[in-house]
């Protein structure tokens, strides 16, 4: 399958039809530090895991964590960015995400994505739903972030 990586991706766009099952992106990098840790948090998951690392230390984290949606939000980022290039952008119809390791100050995360199912639609004959599996990654490769989607992509447009 194909892979693409980083800014390599913005030179095709992919329609429902040429997408494959097991075909594979990699996004560009993010370094994340303790300053943008700590202002995500202040201003939409104000917990003190994610807010000081004093009182971070005696909590399940054992110090200072990003929150899960601040992970998330830099994946979405990411493959905005870098990632999948399909036509019309990266519409979600629904998902599942997990989160099995904490994302922390100096941690550089990258997303590998991969087509997981291709649906067409039997109502929408212009469209289709794209099941993909996002996993961000560290720069040791571990798994911090999980995220499945279904996202809508259209197909290409009969010629005419």
Excluded: C
């Excluded at 693409?4 to 997408?19: N, P």
């Excluded at 917990?47 to 971070?56: G, K, T």
């Amino acid at each position: 399958m194909t892979a693409i990586h980083g800014a390599d991706s913005g030179k095709t766009r992919y329609y429902l039809d040429e997408l494959q099952v097991g075909q594979r992106f990699t996004t560009g990098t993010h370094a994340l530090d303790a300053g943008q840790i700590k202002a995500f948090a202040a201003a939409f998951d104000p917990q003190p895991f994610h807010l000081d690392e004093a009182a971070a230390k005696d909590t399940l984290f054992g110090d200072l964590a990003a929150s899960g949606w601040h992970t998330a939000a830099i994946s979405m980022r990411l493959m905005v960015d870098s990632g999948p290039p399909f036509v019309g952008g990266i519409i979600g119809g629904g998902g599942e995400i997990v989160w099995p390791k904490p994302t922390r100050a100096g941690d550089v995360l990258r997303v590998e994505i991969e087509v997981l199912a291709i649906t067409p639609s039997k109502s929408r004959p212009d469209r289709g739903m794209v099941t993909v599996r996002n996993d961000t990654r560290n720069q040791n490769g571990d798994i911090l972030q999980t995220f499945t989607a279904k996202l809508v992509v259209p197909k290409r447009p009969a010629a005419g």
